[in-house]
């Protein structure tokens, strides 16, 4: 369990440090869109609100290397809730409604890390935290991958952008508008179909399956948008490494259930 918990923590810090850094070089934020439309704040106070906030948001990935807290990650989820929602109330993009669907994974994140680091003298059976976390994970994979997988059916029109972009860059290819819809099809089914598997059998295979895609889809916007919007990979960071968390958390359910029941108490790492 102790690799679950450490690529948990890693995914809250690339995001942080992509959120940090979008925030500090580009448009920002919908909570700051709000804020200046529907209250007028000032937009210098709107910048230094949303600079504050994703300071704290990166104070708190870094001491989760030091000391993880409960405290310092629900501060981390809810900032990210409270932004993923925003983002409905602000709205400008395409399928807006369902951004806090799409983000779930990225709020979920920190949550599931909470019973893996719980001290407390009444702390659950190692094995039930275990549980706990997994299925939060296995709940975050599936909507992303449910709501990207309708998104995709539903020809969302940035998604027809990378692959194109993406065909362009890598190979030169000029895939067609049609072709690139054909594609989404596919991609949306495949989706769907994995969003359901990895609430009823989330195997190794399916596991690998999840991480690689999420890689792949990070990475399709710096290749077919450029360079300059890597901080996106960084704020998919937990489309990659949560699914390898969630592997490792299965392997040590198994485990225990194997070990001696005494087994079941022991620390994580242990």
């Known amino acids: 369990m102790h690799k679950a918990d450490w690529l948990l923590r890693i995914a809250i810090l690339l995001y942080a ?11 920002g934020s919908s909570i700051g869109s709000i804020a200046l439309l529907e ?14 906030g994703a300071s704290l948001v990166l104070l708190c990935a870094f001491s989760l290397l030091i000391r993880p807290t409960a405290v310092a990650l629900l501060v981390i989820a809810t900032l990210v809730l409270t932004e993923s929602v925003a983002g409905v109330r602000a709205g400008g993009f395409p399928f807006f409604a369902l951004n806090p ?10 949550l599931a890390l ?6 407390s003298r009444f702390r659950p059976s190692l094995i039930l935290r275990c549980q706990l976390s997994a299925w939060m994970l296995r709940i975050g ?34 895939i ?10 596919i991609i949306a089914a495949i989706d769907i179909i994995a969003a359901a598997l990895v609430l009823l059998h989330p195997s190794p295979v399916l596991v690998a399956w999840l991480s690689f895609w999420g890689l792949v889809t990070a990475l399709s916007r710096p290749i077919s948008l450029g360079f300059a919007s890597y901080p996106e990979v960084l704020l998919r960071a937990s489309h990659v490494l949560a ?9 040590e359910i198994a485990r225990l259930r194997r070990a001696p029941r005494q087994t079941a108490t022991d620390p994580p790492g242990g």
């Not at 440090?17 to 448009?27: A, P």
């Not at 209250?39 to 504050?52: K, P, Q, S, V, Y």
């Open 176 to 185: 067609s508008e049609t072709t690139a819809s054909s594609m989404l099809k």
């Open 17 to 27: 440090l992509g959120l940090t850094r979008g925030l500090f070089t580009r448009v």
């Open 39 to 52: 209250f007028d704040i000032d937009h210098a106070h709107i910048l230094l609100g949303e600079m504050i």
């Open 243 to 251: 699914p390898l968390a969630l592997a490792c958390l299965i392997a």
């Open 141 to 174: 994979i599936a909507t992303l991958f449910t709501t990207h997988g309708y998104e995709a059916w539903r020809l969302h029109p940035q998604f027809i952008d990378f692959i194109i972009g993406s065909g362009l860059t890598l190979g030169g290819f000029e």
């Open 101 to 110: 669907y799409a983000q779930t994974l990225r709020y979920l994140t920190p």
């Open 114 to 119: 909470i019973p893996l680091i719980t001290t």
